[in-house]
């Protein structure tokens, strides 16, 4: 099976836990947001790590906003929220997981 991903050309930024950008654990692995989207370490280059698709957070009764403790991080065009090992993004009126 081979897996297709979107490489990010001309990456010359050296991620880690020093670079300055927001680490985002995703699974097996750790994302960087930078320039308001996700990269992740890929056999020696850096991948776009972006969702697939709409998930909705059922039962996320809790608001998110600047004063919510929990760490934002920019994403395209909205604030993406991290929360229990995963990001939320507001949608129409509920949560989405990221």
Not at 54 to 80: I, L, N, P
Request: glycine residues 14%; charged residues 20%.
């Amino acid at each position: 099976m081979t897996t297709v991903h979107q490489e990010h050309p001309t990456h010359d930024h050296l991620h880690g836990p020093t670079c300055g950008h927001t680490a985002v654990q995703h699974g097996d692995h750790v994302d960087y947001a930078h320039d308001g989207h996700l990269h992740r370490e890929h056999s020696g280059h850096w991948d776009e790590c972006e969702p697939g698709g709409h998930v909705t957070h059922s039962g996320h009764e809790h608001q998110h906003g600047a004063d919510c403790g929990h760490a934002s991080v920019r994403h395209g065009d909205h604030d993406d929220y991290l929360h229990d090992g995963h990001r939320h993004a507001a949608h129409e009126g509920h949560w989405d997981d990221h």
